[in-house]
C-alpha cells in the first residue's frame, strides 16, 4: 500500500500523462522533439527526483513508486518514460557515488529538467557482450583520458552528462571497466542523433564519440572492479520497470479496444458481442493478469532485499514477449480505426521492439533462464 506522498506524486503523473504527454506522443512518434518545456514540467512533478536522497534535494521514495511512474507514462509514450527515468538514475547514481561538492553543483540542473543525462555501455563493436568495450580509460595526471564511442544510448541526442563505461585494463575484462561522469557538453566530445524507421524523438536516442577527452579524478564515480558490477544490479532493476511499462502498453491498449468493442458495430450488434473476437481479449487479459503479477513478485522480491536476478529477467521477457505478440493484435482488434495517430498502437509496437533490446536482449534473458526452476511450493 503507497503511503500518501507516493499517493500524490503518482496522481501528478497520471494527469500529467493524460493532458501532456498524450497531446504530445503523436507529433513525436512523427520525429518531432519533444519541447524542453515538457522535460522541466516533468521533473517539477518530481519524474528526475523519486529515489534521488532527500538531502540531495530528491524526494527518497521507493522503487515501486518508479515503477509505477515509469509505467503510467509509457502507458501513452515508452520513450519519454524511457528518456526521464534514465536521467532520473544517472541523477541518484551522483548523489550517491559522486563528491559531495560534485554533486551539489551538477545535480540541480538534472533535478529541475534543465538537463538530461544518459548510462553509456554500448558501442558499434559491443552490444550483448558489453565487457567487450573499447573505450578506453588512459591515467594520466589528476584525473583519466578517456577515448573511444558509444551508441544507441537513450538520451544521447541531447544529455548534458552521461555516465560513462570505459575499459581501463586489456579489452574483454569486466573487472578493468570503469565508471566515469562526462560533460559531453565538452570539445573534445562530439555527437549525433540516431533515427530510424521507429520513431526516436522521445526517448533521444543518439551516439557519441570522446576523442581523448580529460575526465578529472573527482568524476571517477566507480572504480574498476565496482563499476560492472554495479551496473549489472542497476539493470536488474531496470528490467522490472521495463516490464511493467510493457505490460502498461497492453493494459492502455486493450482499455482502448474494450471500450471500441461496445460501440462499433458489425453484422447489426457490437463488436464485443462477437464471441470470437471477445475470446482474443479473454485471453489477451488472462496473460496480462500473469505478466502484472510476475512484475509484482519482482518489486516485492526488490523491495524485500531478495534475490531478483531471475525474477527481473523472467518479468522483463514475459511483458516484451506479451507486448510484441498482443499489440498488433489489439490494433487488428479495431480495424482499420486503429491505425490513426490519436491511437498508441503503433508506437506502442514499435517501443516494444526497443524495449526487447534495451537493459538485457530477450535472447540474452532467456540465457539466463534456461536453468531457472520457478516453482514457488514444496513438491
Ligand atoms: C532505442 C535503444 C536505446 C538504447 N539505450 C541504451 C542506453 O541508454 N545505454 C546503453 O548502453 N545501451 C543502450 N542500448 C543498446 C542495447 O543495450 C543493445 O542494443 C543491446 O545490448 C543489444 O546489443 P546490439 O544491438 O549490439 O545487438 P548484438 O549484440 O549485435 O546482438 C544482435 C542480436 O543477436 C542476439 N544475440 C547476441 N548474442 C547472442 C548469443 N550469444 N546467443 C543468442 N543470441 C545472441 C541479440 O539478442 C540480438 O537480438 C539501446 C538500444 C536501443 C535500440
Given at each position: 500500500m503507497a503511503d500518501e506522498t507516493t499517493e500524490r506524486f503518482l496522481a501528478n503523473i497520471r494527469v500529467f500523462a493524460r493532458e501532456v504527454v498524450?497531446?504530445?506522443?503523436?507529433?513525436?512518434?512523427?520525429?518531432?522533439?519533444?519541447?524542453?518545456?515538457?522535460l522541466t514540467q516533468a521533473a517539477g512533478i518530481g519524474l528526475t527526483r523519486i529515489e534521488v536522497p532527500a538531502a540531495f534535494g530528491g524526494l527518497a521514495l521507493g522503487f515501486r513508486a518508479k515503477v509505477e511512474a515509469c509505467a503510467i507514462i509509457a502507458s501513452v509514450d515508452f520513450g519519454l518514460a524511457m528518456a526521464l527515468v534514465n536521467?532520473?538514475?544517472?541523477?541518484?547514481?551522483?548523489?550517491?557515488?559522486?563528491?559531495?561538492?560534485?554533486?551539489?553543483?551538477?545535480?540541480?540542473?538534472?533535478?529541475?529538467?534543465?538537463?538530461?543525462?544518459?548510462?553509456?555501455?554500448?558501442?558499434?563493436?559491443?552490444?550483448?557482450?558489453?565487457?567487450?568495450?573499447?573505450?578506453?580509460?588512459?591515467?594520466?595526471?589528476?584525473?583519466?583520458?578517456?577515448?573511444?564511442?558509444?551508441?544507441?544510448?537513450?538520451?544521447?541526442?541531447?544529455?548534458?552528462?552521461?555516465?560513462?563505461?570505459?575499459?581501463?585494463?586489456?579489452?574483454?575484462r569486466a573487472a578493468g571497466i570503469a565508471a566515469f561522469l562526462v560533460d559531453l557538453a565538452d570539445?573534445?566530445?562530439?555527437?549525433?542523433?540516431?533515427?530510424?524507421?521507429?520513431?526516436?524523438?522521445?526517448?533521444?536516442?543518439?551516439?557519441?564519440?570522446?576523442?581523448?577527452?580529460f575526465v578529472r579524478d573527482e568524476r571517477l564515480l566507480l572504480p574498476a572492479g565496482t563499476a560492472f558490477k554495479a551496473i549489472l544490479e542497476e539493470i536488474n532493476g531496470a528490467r522490472i520497470y521495463v516490464a511493467a511499462m510493457n505490460c502498461a502498453m497492453v493494459s492502455a491498449a486493450l482499455r482502448i479496444v474494450h471500450a471500441y468493442g461496445e460501440t462499433r458495430q458489425t453484422f447489426g450488434k457490437p463488436l464485443n458481442q462477437h464471441p470470437s473476437w471477445r475470446e482474443k481479449r479473454a485471453e489477451c487479459a488472462t496473460a496480462l493478469a500473469a505478466a502484472w503479477s510476475l512484475v509484482e513478485a519482482a518489486i516485492a522480491a526488490t523491495e524485500a532485499g531478495g534475490e531478483t536476478r531471475h525474477l527481473a529477467a523472467a518479468a522483463k521477457v514475459n511483458a516484451v514477449t506479451l507486448a510484441q505478440r498482443e499489440l498488433p493484435a489489439l490494433l487488428h482488434a479495431m480495424g482499420a480505426e486503429g491505425l490513426r495517430e490519436t491511437y498508441p498502437f503503433a508506437r506502442h509496437i514499435g517501443a516494444a521492439q526497443i524495449a526487447a533490446l534495451t537493459d538485457g536482449s530477450t535472447a540474452m534473458l532467456l540465457d539466463r533462464l534456461g536453468r531457472w526452476d520457478p516453482t514457488p511450493i514444496r513438491l
Open positions: 498524450a497531446r504530445h506522443a503523436p507529433a513525436w512518434a512523427r520525429g518531432e522533439a519533444p519541447d524542453p518545456a515538457i536521467t532520473h538514475n544517472v541523477a541518484k547514481r551522483i548523489a550517491i557515488s559522486a563528491p559531495s561538492p560534485v554533486a551539489t553543483r551538477l545535480l540541480p540542473a538534472l533535478l529541475n529538467g534543465h538537463a538530461s543525462a544518459c548510462t553509456a555501455l554500448t558501442e558499434p563493436d559491443a552490444g550483448s557482450d558489453a565487457a567487450a568495450m573499447q573505450c578506453r580509460a588512459e591515467r594520466v595526471d589528476g584525473g583519466w583520458v578517456l577515448d573511444g564511442e558509444k551508441t544507441w544510448i537513450v538520451n544521447g541526442r541531447h544529455a548534458r552528462y552521461s555516465i560513462v563505461y570505459a575499459q581501463c585494463a586489456g579489452q574483454g570539445p573534445a566530445c562530439t555527437r549525433y542523433a540516431i533515427e530510424s524507421a521507429f520513431s526516436q524523438a522521445s526517448i533521444g536516442t543518439g551516439g557519441f564519440r570522446l576523442n581523448r577527452c
